[in-house]
């Protein structure tokens, strides 16, 4: 099974419960697009970040709980964080803080293996 196809698993599987997005990390450049010598080319670049942040989970969204009658029955939703890894997979230290900074928050982050 390929990547893409392991996070739209776990995504479908948390449905009941939330919803998760693909949450890509990364650099690239943006700017102006030119013709010189007939070659397409980026004018005025500019690097921008994109993602939430270096070490955010792989899929990241919230978990829908109820609160009960003495609670004001309301439903609210809890940020959840989850970070796909191989079985042999090592988890960064990045990325380890952060689903340790979901948890303390009170949100929901965990590493599932696959």
Same mark, same amino acid.
């Given at each position: 099974?390929?990547?893409?196809?392991?996070?739209?698993? *776990?995504?479908?599987?948390?449905? /009941?419960?939330?919803?998760?997005? %693909?949450?890509?990390?990364?650099?690239?450049?943006?700017?102006?697009?030119?013709?010189? @010598?007939?070659? %397409? =080319?980026?004018?005025? &670049?500019?690097?921008?970040?994109?993602?939430? =942040? #270096?070490?955010?989970? /792989?899929?990241?969204?919230?978990?829908?709980?109820?609160?009960? &009658?003495?609670?004001?029955?309301?439903?609210?939703?809890?940020?959840?964080?989850?970070? #796909?890894? $191989?079985?042999?997979?090592? #988890?960064? /230290?990045?990325?380890? %803080?952060? *689903? /340790?900074? #979901?948890? @303390?928050?009170?949100?929901?982050?965990?590493?599932? $293996?696959?």
């Amino acid at each position: 099974m390929k990547e893409q196809e392991h996070y739209n698993k *776990i995504a479908a599987e948390h449905s /009941d419960k939330g919803r998760l997005f %693909r949450n890509n990390t990364g650099k690239a450049f943006q700017g102006k697009q030119a013709q010189i @010598n007939g070659v %397409r =080319c980026l004018v005025e &670049p500019r690097l921008i970040n994109f993602g939430l =942040c #270096v070490g955010s989970s /792989d899929l990241i969204g919230w978990t829908q709980i109820f609160i009960t &009658p003495d609670m004001i029955g309301k439903k609210i939703a809890i940020f959840t964080a989850i970070e #796909v890894k $191989k079985q042999k997979g090592i #988890v960064s /230290d990045e990325q380890q %803080r952060f *689903i /340790d900074a #979901v948890n @303390n928050a009170g949100g929901i982050g965990e590493i599932k $293996k696959i």
